[in-house]
């Protein structure tokens, strides 16, 4: 098994918005398992992918979805020719070998699923697959983290209390208008006026949440409609493609945002 | 026109009323030079002719006035097909309706340009006097229509707001609702009613408000992060003062509609109005009005309102290109200080020149206060103030101005008139300690409907009602009044609970049944959660024998959940009073333990559920009490409303059944229920057609359909099945013995939703 496939060589950019590196690192080095919570796109998953290549940690991503089981991130038996063989899965992987797991979007899998982590990121930091009758003790560097979009959740999707309390947390938002328009400039490679431009839009669309809106319009989308401009697109046009008809089908919206949009490229 | 033709014209003129003759010269003079000779012989023919109808000297005046005009606008005709017309209305029992027909002619040909249209005209009016002419025992035309006069005087200001089928329109409508109501009919085509106005809001060209609201609503949010609600006023009729947006703390007050402006499209104009007076709310300060004078005023508004603008277009640098475009042009030296005052033609320029960089550019005056406010601008840019425009505007006022005529009462309006500016009440205040500032600028384009003592509820919303006769829509036909349900003694439903303990606990039986059943296995999964070992065995044995496995080898899990909002609509008209003679019960307290069982089921399933309680007297006041909302859980606070359940008035069902859905559509759910709970028919005092609210409710539960809600009528009616059929299709029980309505009620929800 070569763990060392899972590491970050290139450093993603990342523009810490406070404290949050010296926070996480101190977490680290306690090897305390960390939630990081904030609306969507707004740099949970790059600030993960960040603190892992600054540690020079490998780290396996999971991606979490209703359907997800626990068999799926511990492992499980596969049939092959001569028989059925083990396999482990991503979380076993990590706490054998080391690596930090991230569970991103944690609240879109099963509550009874994510009662397998709770051995992990207490004092115990042990995994037992029964099926396999194996008790794995956690590498030293193994650390747990998971994210979740406080924004969309109901009822239905929310985390136990006793899976929360677990975690210390991360509370994220999107950025300022200047480091988010620092950002685009850095990521999406339009200059500063222009990375301005957006980043009012953003603002703007921020303000119709909850009138029509689940969700503002994410740095993520932005740094897309930048990329296409940095393309040739016209402002207007990479707007209405990146940041307008992905977030709503709703036409009056759809209007009103057009309309904000070219009033603000004038 | 020589004196020899003028001879021959008068011999040819035979009128011999004094007065007729006294101004035939300058009648004639006119028209000659209007007209073609030939013209002018049917001008003459048609007034002879006139002359003799015997209506008296007033319609061939007034004839003799407004032909010149018309005929050389239509041309050859003309003359004598107004004269025949005039002369069979003077026939007719509506003879009093000539003289307001001849003398609107004039404005409705200003608007029109082809004969035929004129004809039609004619047509629409003819059209108007056939359906409401009186026809006794045959005998046709006794009786004159009554709205007649009013129609004809109020033409000019129909046909500049509507076009002729718009008017056609507008008249038929009239004609066929108010057919036996002559005091109504009157006042609708006097325009006095509310109707009149909304007819004519829906038939006039351009975009109404209603189409764009959300989108303003939005627009208003979204760029400016203002919450203060809209106030449409209505601008279809000329008043003394015509209407102007304006904001104040409270509200937007913004046009009804607004037509198509120098190209720019009524949206548009409604964004540029929008986005002036957001940029007043977001920069502008208050000044005391009794600091300046009225002139002064004037400009320091005209610089307040640039400054304003200066920085929206900084932050949205597209209001520009719209600004500009709908920012009137004066033209240079068009008004004439000498005669007249040009106080609004000299802000309006200096007011274009700040926006528009390339507008006069060697004009002197106009450069040095453009230097001075970009000055400010670039200095203090969004720190600016309103004072400092004040000081431009008294400068500026001060340096053009003109003693000897800006004080005439000759005030040049061309061109001056900025139409998506405010009346800028929001940067004045007054220092009069007794005048509330309400009654120095009172709310002057508010309904003058009829008000209805509403304390503690919601505004009023009004909706439309279908007409099945017409097959349209009457616009707003009925207010819906919302408010909260008195409170009782929440007491009450409990011991009402407790005497239906029996049923309590067998509904409680068939609730566990239907409760989501947490987990459901699904089967023959290629991935799931786990291996299915019955099928994954078949498989290897399969495998091992050298056929192809089935790869389905896996079982997982889903949750089994409800997820439906229900909206139960009571009706709680007068008839609820009735008793049943077998159990001494009224039906209103049958109903409400009806909904207190089904309520407290409904709690038990954890199903989103409202209740609300609805009665309606006549169109103008249905009430609707809102008893339970979504978010609110089966409390004391509702079983107290409950528990206060009166029964009066009548059953307008449609109306309350909009107004619900309305609320039912903010639901998210992914199936939406409607269910209404009455004692008979939708009718109501003044529908004297027993289908037209049938048709209407039927109509409603159409509307609900195509929103994703289905609607559901319960009735306790023993004659339901006469028309319940034709109004909810198959979607009705009806429930034949009354007192076992607690009983039906939650288990016929239970299988609806089951």
Redesign the interface.
């Known amino acids: 098994m070569d763990i060392s496939q899972y590491k970050i060589d290139n450093e993603p950019f990342y523009d810490a918005q406070s404290n949050e590196i010296e926070l996480y690192e101190a977490a680290y080095d306690a090897r305390l398992p960390v939630m990081v919570k904030g609306p969507t796109g707004c740099g949970k998953s790059r600030f993960v992918e960040h603190m892992a290549w600054k540690l020079g940690k490998p780290i396996i991503t999971v991606s979490c979805n209703e359907d997800i089981t626990a068999s799926d991130l511990v492992g499980r038996y596969l049939l092959d020719a001569n028989g059925t063989r083990w396999v482990d899965g991503p979380l076993t992987m990590a706490a054998r070998y080391g690596a930090i797991c991230y569970l991103d979007e944690i609240v879109e899998a099963r509550q009874d699923t994510m009662v397998v982590i709770h051995a992990l990121t207490d004092h115990r930091r042990e995994l037992s697959l029964d099926k396999k009758g194996e008790l794995i003790k956690a590498h030293p560097d193994f650390q747990l983290v998971i994210s979740y979009n406080p924004g969309y959740q109901s009822l239905m999707k929310d985390l136990k209390q006793s899976t929360k309390q677990r975690f210390c947390a991360l509370d994220f938002d999107y950025a300022d208008a200047e480091t988010e328009a620092h950002i685009l400039q850095k990521e999406g490679g339009v200059d500063e006026a222009t990375a301005k431009k957006l980043v009012q839009i953003g603002e703007t669309a921020r303000n119709l949440k909850g009138h029509g809106l689940d969700e503002g319009i994410s740095t993520r989308l932005m740094v897309y409609a930048a990329t296409l401009i940095n393309k040739g697109i016209s402002p207007v046009e990479a707007c209405k493609m990146a940041l307008v008809r992905p977030i709503t089908d709703d036409a009056d919206i759809r209007e009103t945002l057009d309309n904000a949009i070219s009033m603000i490229f004038g | 026109m020589n004196e020899e033709l003028f001879a021959e014209y008068q011999e040819k003129f035979t009128c011999k009323f004094p007065k007729a003759v006294e101004l035939f010269p300058e009648l004639l003079g006119y028209a000659v030079s209007k007209l073609s000779p030939e013209g002018v012989e049917a001008y003459l023919d048609g007034a002879n002719f006139l002359c003799k109808i015997g209506q008296g000297v007033e319609p061939v005046l007034v004839y003799m006035e407004v032909m010149p005009d018309i005929a050389s606008h239509f041309g050859k005709g003309t003359n004598k097909m107004i004269a025949d017309y005039s002369y069979l209305m003077a026939r007719s029992p509506n003879k009093k309706a000539l003289i307001p027909f001849l003398s609107t002619l004039g404005h409705v040909c200003r608007r029109i340009d082809r004969i035929e249209d004129l004809e039609f005209y004619l047509q629409i009016i003819d059209e108007y006097v056939e359906k409401t002419q009186t026809v006794i025992h045959g005998h046709h035309s006794l009786y004159e229509s009554p709205g007649m006069v009013a129609l004809l005087e109020s033409m000019p200001q129909l046909i500049s707001k509507l076009c002729l089928n718009g008017i056609r329109n507008f008249i038929d409508y009239g004609a066929r609702n108010y057919l036996n109501a002559p005091d109504e009919q009157i006042a609708y085509f006097k325009l006095e009613s509310h109707d009149a106005k909304s007819i004519i809001t829906r038939e006039r060209k351009g975009t109404t408000f209603k189409d764009v609201e959300?989108?303003m609503?939005?627009?208003k949010?979204?760029?400016w992060?203002c919450d203060l609600p809209f106030q449409t006023f209505a601008t279809a009729f000329d008043q003394l003062r015509k209407p102007v947006p304006y904001l104040d703390d409270e509200l937007i007050a913004i046009p009804d509609v607004y037509d198509e402006e120098n190209g720019v499209s009524g949206i548009d104009r409604y964004?540029a109005t929008l986005?002036h007076m957001m940029a007043h709310k977001t920069w502008s300060s208050q000044l005391m009005a009794d600091n300046f004078a009225p002139h002064m005023q004037l400009f320091i508004s005209m610089f307040e309102d640039c400054r304003v603008e200066h920085l929206a277009i900084q932050?949205?640098?597209?209001?520009?290109?719209l600004f500009l475009s709908l920012h009137p042009y004066p033209e240079k030296g068009a008004c004439d200080d000498k005669k007249m005052s040009c106080l609004r033609y000299r802000a309006t320029r200096m007011s274009r020149a700040l926006l528009d960089e390339n507008f006069d550019p060697e004009n002197p005056l106009l450069e040095e206060f453009r230097e001075r406010f970009h000055k400010v601008m670039a200095e203090k840019g969004e720190g600016s103030t309103t004072q400092d425009m004040a000081e431009l505007g008294i400068d500026f006022y001060v340096k053009t101005r003109k003693q000897s005529s800006d004080s005439l009462p000759g005030v040049f309006f061309d061109d001056t008139e900025v139409s998506y500016r405010d009346d800028n009440r929001y940067i004045w205040f007054y220092y009069e300690e007794y005048d509330e500032s309400d009654e120095i600028m009172p709310n002057e384009y508010e309904n003058e409907e009829k008000i209805v003592e509403n304390e503690g509820g919601l505004p009023p919303r009004h909706y439309d009602e279908w007409d099945y006769i017409s097959e349209g829509y009457r616009p707003d036909w009925t207010t819906v009044y919302e408010r909260l349900h008195p409170s009782g003694d929440a007491g009450k439903i409990d011991r009402l609970m407790a005497k239906h303990d029996v049923l309590a606990k067998r509904l409680k039986k068939m609730i566990e049944m239907l409760k989501p059943q947490n987990k459901k296995r699904i089967r023959f999964q290629e991935?799931?959660?786990?291996?299915d070992l019955d099928i994954?065995l078949r498989?290897?044995i399969d495998?091992k024998s050298g056929q192809a496995p089935d790869p389905r080898i896996n079982y997982?899990h889903t949750t089994d959940?409800r997820n439906i909002a229900v909206m139960l609509l009571v009706d709680t008209s007068q008839s609820l009073n009735e008793r049943n003679e077998q159990t001494g019960q009224t039906l209103l307290e049958l109903s409400e333990e009806a909904l207190a069982i089904t309520a407290w089921t409904v709690e038990q399933l954890g199903d989103k559920f409202a209740i609300a309680g609805f009665c309606s007297d006549t169109r103008h006041e249905v009430r609707y009490q809102h008893i339970k909302g979504y978010s609110e859980g089966y409390t004391d606070e509702v079983k107290a409303r409950i528990a206060a359940m009166e029964a009066s008035y009548s059953t307008r069902m449609g109306a309350a059944m909009r107004h619900a859905a309305h609320y039912l559509e903010g639901q998210q759910a992914e199936k939406k229920l409607m269910l209404v709970l009455t004692d008979g028919e939708p009718a109501d005092i003044d529908a004297k057609d027993p289908q037209t609210l049938i048709q209407d409710t039927h109509k409603a539960v159409e509307e609900l359909q195509s929103k994703g809600i289905y609607s559901y009528c319960i009735t306790v009616d023993p004659k339901a099945d006469e028309y319940v059929a034709d109004v909810f299709g198959n979607q009705y029980t009806v429930i034949d013995h009354v007192d076992k309505l607690p009983e039906q009620l939650p288990q016929v929800f239970m299988k609806l939703t089951h």
């Open positions: 959300r989108h609503d939005m627009l949010e979204c760029m992060d964004r986005a932050r949205y640098p597209g209001l520009k290109k991935e799931g959660e786990e291996l994954a498989s290897v495998f997982s959940s």
